[in-house]
């Protein structure tokens, strides 16, 4: 069966420091993989998805950026944080399609707080 | 805009009432409607998906039904327990917008003893 994982769990960081967060999917081959952010009394919107390695698509200008170094791994990165960058950060992957109409599975979510 | 809209934001009942949580989107031509589960400080689970030539879908006791022509889906949870305590989210794919799944903001649902 297909498993996602995503660290950390939770995470505190200081205004203008960087930030890696990590996802990586078990149980399945060339997985779609996205990276959403929720926050706080909205909906989860989606920040960035991959096709494959190397491919990334960015939904929204902002702070962050996505590398996709290695199949099954997607990470979310910032040079320098900002307090807006505070919320919850979920990933999901998806059968493979260029055009992807299919359900997505999402991991457990790293809350991020920005002081 | 593509937007989706979920009301209402908040719902509390007792154990055992049949419930109806609603869904709006802004554009009729979409791929799917898919409701989640989200239970507090942790991932999504998807409870079900609606293609959109489809009316309706089933799982256990809960029943979400589409209507594209009026942009609604209303997920239907019967004899709620405690358990079903969680926020709810509605997402839709809109046609053209591959990948991209538009999320409500959620019904926060509480169902108590």
């Known amino acids: 069966s297909q498993t996602i994982h995503q660290w950390p769990a939770t995470l505190v960081q200081p205004v203008g420091s960087p930030l890696s967060l990590e996802c990586t999917v078990e149980?399945?081959?060339?997985?779609?993989l996205y990276w959403y952010r929720q926050a706080a009394g909205r909906g989860l919107q989606l920040l960035f998805y991959?096709?494959?390695?190397?491919?990334i698509s960015s939904e929204v200008p902002q702070n962050l950026s996505a590398s996709r170094p290695q199949d099954r791994q997607f990470i979310l990165s910032s040079k320098k944080l900002l307090l807006s960058d505070s919320g919850f950060y979920l990933c999901?992957?998806?059968?493979?399609?260029?055009?992807?109409?299919?359900?997505?599975?999402f991991g457990p979510g790293t809350r991020l707080t920005v002081l | 805009k593509q937007e989706v809209t979920q009301i209402p934001a908040a719902l509390s009942v007792p154990e055992g009432e049949n419930l109806v949580l609603n869904c709006s989107f802004t554009?009729?031509?979409?791929?799917?409607l898919q409701w989640f589960r989200q239970d507090p400080g942790k991932g999504l689970t998807s409870l079900l998906l609606?293609?959109?030539?489809?009316r309706e879908q089933t799982s256990g006791r809960l029943n979400a039904s589409l209507d594209k022509s009026s942009g609604r889906s209303t997920l239907y949870i019967a004899a709620s327990q405690p358990g079903d305590s969680a926020t709810y989210l509605c997402?839709?794919?809109?046609?053209?917008?591959?990948?991209?799944?538009?999320f409500g903001a959620g019904t926060r649902l509480a169902v108590h003893p």
């Open positions: 554009d009729s031509a979409i791929y799917n």
């Open positions: 997402a839709v794919l809109f046609s053209g917008g591959y990948n991209k799944l538009i």
């Open positions: 999901a992957w998806g059968i493979r399609q260029q055009y992807s109409t299919d359900t997505q599975y």
């Open positions: 991959s096709v494959g390695i190397g491919q």
């Open positions: 609606i293609q959109s030539s489809q």
């Open positions: 149980g399945t081959s060339n997985p779609n």
